[in-house]
């Protein structure tokens, strides 16, 4: 079966820096997307960046443009999410998402087929 564990996440003062890491495994797919979504108490989920293993394009919400970047290792089926430049609100419980058989991705929820458990960030003083 498919699973996804996200790691990385703590807390973090405004101005720092986390790198979250997303391993896959349980899937055989030649093509696929992982995408990061997060969701803050009271808030909706949303997302945040995804990329594509057809082409490595990415995509990233406005929000963070300029201060994350999604990348992978597939030779460890491992997507990352280096954030810098961490602000308060950007505190939520951060979630990797894959889709299979992708040859694009999106920010949107729906797309995907399998979710990991999530992992914390909190940035405060």
């Known amino acids: 079966q498919v699973q996804l564990v996200e790691s990385g996440g703590g807390l973090v003062q405004p101005g720092g820096s986390l790198r979250l890491s997303c391993a896959a495994s349980g899937f055989t797919s030649d093509y696929y997307a992982i995408g990061w979504f997060r969701q803050a108490p009271g808030k909706e989920r949303e997302g945040v960046a995804c990329?594509?293993?057809?082409?490595?394009?990415?995509y990233y919400a406005d929000s963070v443009k300029g201060r994350f970047t999604i990348s992978s290792d597939n030779a460890k089926n491992t997507v990352y999410l280096q954030m810098n430049s961490l602000q308060p609100e950007d505190t939520a419980v951060y979630y990797c998402?894959?889709?299979?058989?992708?040859?694009?991705?999106?920010?949107?929820?729906?797309?995907?087929?399998?979710w990991g458990q999530g992992t914390q960030v909190t940035v405060s003083s």
């Open positions: 990329i594509s293993s057809s082409d490595g394009s990415t």
């Open positions: 998402a894959l889709a299979e058989r992708s040859y694009g991705c999106a920010l949107y929820q729906y797309h995907y087929d399998y």
